[in-house]
Protein backbone atom coordinates (compact mmCIF):
# COMPACT_ATOMS: atom_id res chain seq x y z
CA UNK A 1 0.00 0.00 0.00
CA UNK A 2 1.24 3.68 -1.07
CA UNK A 3 1.46 5.53 1.89
CA UNK A 4 1.26 9.03 -0.29
CA UNK A 5 -0.42 8.54 -3.23
CA UNK A 6 -0.37 11.35 -6.13
CA UNK A 7 -2.14 11.42 -9.57
CA UNK A 8 -1.39 11.97 -11.92
CA UNK A 9 2.62 11.32 -12.16
CA UNK A 10 2.75 12.90 -15.44
CA UNK A 11 0.98 15.94 -17.22
CA UNK A 12 1.79 17.49 -20.11
CA UNK A 13 -0.55 20.71 -20.91
CA UNK A 14 -0.63 23.87 -22.65
CA UNK A 15 0.09 26.87 -21.35
CA UNK A 16 -3.47 28.58 -20.35
CA UNK A 17 -4.83 25.65 -19.30
CA UNK A 18 -6.24 24.48 -15.80
CA UNK A 19 -5.44 20.96 -14.41
CA UNK A 20 -5.22 19.01 -11.28
CA UNK A 21 -2.95 16.96 -9.44
CA UNK A 22 -4.57 14.85 -6.38
CA UNK A 23 -3.23 13.40 -3.40
CA UNK A 24 -4.22 10.95 -0.66
CA UNK A 25 -2.53 9.83 2.51
CA UNK A 26 -3.49 6.39 4.63
CA UNK A 27 -1.09 7.05 7.57
CA UNK A 28 -3.54 8.67 8.67
CA UNK A 29 -1.59 11.83 9.72
CA UNK A 30 -3.30 15.59 10.18
CA UNK A 31 -0.72 17.19 8.02
CA UNK A 32 -0.82 18.07 4.53
CA UNK A 33 1.52 19.59 2.17
CA UNK A 34 2.21 20.44 -1.56
CA UNK A 35 5.86 21.06 -2.07
CA UNK A 36 7.39 22.45 -5.69
CA UNK A 37 11.28 21.29 -6.94
CA UNK A 38 12.43 23.05 -9.78
CA UNK A 39 14.86 21.92 -12.91
CA UNK A 40 17.54 23.08 -10.46
CA UNK A 41 16.27 20.21 -7.76
CA UNK A 42 15.36 23.01 -4.96
CA UNK A 43 12.87 21.44 -3.22
CA UNK A 44 10.34 24.45 -1.63
CA UNK A 45 7.62 24.23 0.26
CA UNK A 46 4.05 25.55 -1.53
CA UNK A 47 1.22 24.85 0.68
CA UNK A 48 0.97 23.63 4.35
CA UNK A 49 -2.65 21.81 5.83
CA UNK A 50 -3.31 20.77 9.06
CA UNK A 51 -6.92 18.96 10.08
CA UNK A 52 -8.14 20.43 6.64
CA UNK A 53 -7.20 24.02 7.71
CA UNK A 54 -4.53 26.15 5.44
CA UNK A 55 -1.46 26.65 7.94
CA UNK A 56 1.34 28.20 5.30
CA UNK A 57 0.70 29.75 1.79
CA UNK A 58 3.97 30.21 0.88
CA UNK A 59 3.70 33.33 -1.61
CA UNK A 60 2.37 31.17 -4.03
CA UNK A 61 0.61 32.87 -6.96
CA UNK A 62 -3.08 32.65 -6.63
CA UNK A 63 -3.60 30.61 -9.39
CA UNK A 64 -2.84 27.73 -7.13
CA UNK A 65 -5.53 26.35 -4.91
CA UNK A 66 -5.13 24.14 -2.74
CA UNK A 67 -8.53 22.00 -1.08
CA UNK A 68 -8.57 19.82 1.34
CA UNK A 69 -11.68 18.04 1.43
CA UNK A 70 -10.79 16.04 4.44
CA UNK A 71 -7.56 14.86 6.44
CA UNK A 72 -6.51 12.35 3.88
CA UNK A 73 -6.55 14.33 0.87
CA UNK A 74 -5.04 17.11 -0.31
CA UNK A 75 -5.71 18.68 -3.87
CA UNK A 76 -3.95 21.47 -5.94
CA UNK A 77 -6.16 23.25 -8.62
CA UNK A 78 -4.04 25.60 -10.74
CA UNK A 79 -5.27 27.48 -13.45
CA UNK A 80 -4.27 29.32 -16.07
CA UNK A 81 -0.79 27.31 -16.44
CA UNK A 82 2.82 29.02 -17.69
CA UNK A 83 5.24 27.71 -18.45
CA UNK A 84 7.06 28.18 -15.45
CA UNK A 85 4.55 26.46 -13.23
CA UNK A 86 6.78 23.17 -15.04
CA UNK A 87 8.09 21.46 -12.38
CA UNK A 88 8.04 18.56 -10.05
CA UNK A 89 4.84 18.50 -7.57
CA UNK A 90 5.64 16.27 -4.78
CA UNK A 91 2.56 16.10 -1.89
CA UNK A 92 3.80 15.26 1.62
CA UNK A 93 2.32 14.22 5.01
CA UNK A 94 3.72 14.32 8.88
CA UNK A 95 1.47 13.97 11.96
CA UNK A 96 1.98 17.06 14.12
CA UNK A 97 3.97 19.01 11.63
CA UNK A 98 7.40 19.40 10.24
CA UNK A 99 9.41 18.70 13.73
CA UNK A 100 8.22 14.96 12.55
CA UNK A 101 8.81 12.89 9.77
CA UNK A 102 7.36 13.85 6.61
CA UNK A 103 6.84 11.31 4.46
CA UNK A 104 6.63 12.25 0.57
CA UNK A 105 4.77 11.03 -2.42
CA UNK A 106 6.62 9.87 -5.80
CA UNK A 107 5.87 13.42 -7.11
CA UNK A 108 3.72 14.58 -10.34
CA UNK A 109 5.74 16.03 -13.46
CA UNK A 110 4.05 18.67 -14.68
CA UNK A 111 5.43 20.19 -18.47
CA UNK A 112 3.73 23.38 -19.77
CA UNK A 113 4.18 23.68 -23.74
CA UNK B 1 15.85 35.84 5.90
CA UNK B 2 16.59 32.08 6.70
CA UNK B 3 18.92 30.40 4.56
CA UNK B 4 20.02 26.65 4.27
CA UNK B 5 23.19 26.37 2.25
CA UNK B 6 24.94 22.76 1.64
CA UNK B 7 27.82 23.61 0.38
CA UNK B 8 28.51 21.29 -2.13
CA UNK B 9 26.26 20.61 -5.27
CA UNK B 10 28.09 17.06 -5.78
CA UNK B 11 30.62 14.94 -4.01
CA UNK B 12 32.29 12.26 -5.90
CA UNK B 13 34.50 9.18 -3.70
CA UNK B 14 35.01 5.94 -3.76
CA UNK B 15 33.70 2.69 -2.40
CA UNK B 16 34.97 1.59 1.25
CA UNK B 17 35.47 5.88 2.04
CA UNK B 18 33.58 8.19 4.60
CA UNK B 19 31.13 10.84 2.63
CA UNK B 20 31.04 13.92 4.65
CA UNK B 21 28.29 16.33 3.71
CA UNK B 22 27.39 19.56 5.35
CA UNK B 23 24.32 22.00 6.20
CA UNK B 24 24.96 25.63 7.24
CA UNK B 25 22.33 27.85 8.27
CA UNK B 26 21.46 31.03 8.98
CA UNK B 27 19.12 33.54 11.11
CA UNK B 28 17.17 30.73 12.99
CA UNK B 29 17.53 28.11 15.83
CA UNK B 30 15.67 25.16 14.95
CA UNK B 31 14.49 22.57 17.45
CA UNK B 32 15.49 20.00 14.94
CA UNK B 33 17.24 19.42 11.41
CA UNK B 34 16.50 16.36 9.36
CA UNK B 35 18.19 14.07 7.01
CA UNK B 36 16.46 13.21 3.80
CA UNK B 37 17.43 10.94 0.80
CA UNK B 38 16.39 11.73 -3.03
CA UNK B 39 16.70 9.13 -5.36
CA UNK B 40 16.35 10.25 -8.90
CA UNK B 41 12.72 10.40 -9.86
CA UNK B 42 11.44 9.47 -6.75
CA UNK B 43 10.04 11.48 -3.58
CA UNK B 44 12.62 12.20 -0.89
CA UNK B 45 12.83 9.83 1.79
CA UNK B 46 13.42 10.40 6.07
CA UNK B 47 16.77 9.28 6.93
CA UNK B 48 17.78 10.83 10.33
CA UNK B 49 16.23 13.65 12.88
CA UNK B 50 18.48 15.13 15.27
CA UNK B 51 17.52 17.49 18.08
CA UNK B 52 19.02 20.69 19.19
CA UNK B 53 20.07 18.84 22.66
CA UNK B 54 21.75 16.01 20.87
CA UNK B 55 25.35 16.26 19.58
CA UNK B 56 25.08 13.30 17.53
CA UNK B 57 22.85 10.72 15.96
CA UNK B 58 23.59 7.16 14.56
CA UNK B 59 21.76 4.85 12.55
CA UNK B 60 23.74 1.87 11.15
CA UNK B 61 26.76 3.56 8.89
CA UNK B 62 24.96 6.70 8.74
CA UNK B 63 25.82 9.63 11.84
CA UNK B 64 24.58 13.18 11.55
CA UNK B 65 26.12 15.83 14.24
CA UNK B 66 24.34 19.19 15.28
CA UNK B 67 26.37 22.24 16.17
CA UNK B 68 24.37 25.07 17.14
CA UNK B 69 27.13 27.12 17.87
CA UNK B 70 27.93 26.94 14.52
CA UNK B 71 24.92 26.50 13.00
CA UNK B 72 25.71 23.25 11.51
CA UNK B 73 25.42 20.05 10.95
CA UNK B 74 27.26 17.59 8.97
CA UNK B 75 26.09 14.14 7.65
CA UNK B 76 28.34 11.45 7.44
CA UNK B 77 28.48 7.76 5.59
CA UNK B 78 31.34 5.49 6.40
CA UNK B 79 32.15 2.50 4.04
CA UNK B 80 30.16 4.04 0.96
CA UNK B 81 28.85 1.91 -1.61
CA UNK B 82 27.45 2.57 -5.00
CA UNK B 83 24.02 2.24 -3.31
CA UNK B 84 24.10 5.07 -1.46
CA UNK B 85 24.72 6.72 -4.47
CA UNK B 86 21.52 9.57 -4.35
CA UNK B 87 21.10 13.55 -3.45
CA UNK B 88 20.76 14.53 0.14
CA UNK B 89 18.91 17.01 1.74
CA UNK B 90 18.66 18.71 4.72
CA UNK B 91 15.95 20.05 6.18
CA UNK B 92 14.37 22.86 9.30
CA UNK B 93 11.75 23.43 10.95
CA UNK B 94 11.69 27.58 10.43
CA UNK B 95 7.72 28.04 11.04
CA UNK B 96 6.36 28.54 14.54
CA UNK B 97 4.65 25.29 15.88
CA UNK B 98 6.67 23.02 13.52
CA UNK B 99 4.21 23.36 10.69
CA UNK B 100 6.34 23.00 7.66
CA UNK B 101 10.51 21.85 6.72
CA UNK B 102 12.29 23.96 4.30
CA UNK B 103 15.21 21.88 2.29
CA UNK B 104 18.66 23.10 1.24
CA UNK B 105 18.98 22.59 -2.48
CA UNK B 106 20.96 18.76 -1.86
CA UNK B 107 24.14 17.37 -2.36
CA UNK B 108 24.79 14.77 -4.89
CA UNK B 109 26.80 12.19 -3.40
CA UNK B 110 28.45 9.79 -6.75
CA UNK B 111 30.13 6.24 -5.14
CA UNK B 112 32.31 4.78 -7.78
CA UNK B 113 33.20 0.72 -7.37
Known amino acids: DTAVSQTPKYLVTQMGNDKSIKCEQN?????MYWYKQDSKKFLKIMFS???????INETVPNRFSPKSPDKAHLNLHINSLELGDSAVYFC????????????FGEGSWLTVV | SQKIEQNSEALNIQEGKTATLTCNYT??????LQWYRQDPGRGPVFLLL?????KEKRKERLKVTFDTTLKQSLFHITASQPADSATYLC????????????FGKGTTLSVSS
Open chain 1, 49 to 55: YNNKELI
Open chain 2, 27 to 32: NYSPAY
Open chain 1, 92 to 103: ASSQGGGSNTIY
Open chain 2, 91 to 102: ALDIYQAGTALI
Open chain 2, 50 to 54: IRENE
Open chain 1, 27 to 31: LGHDT
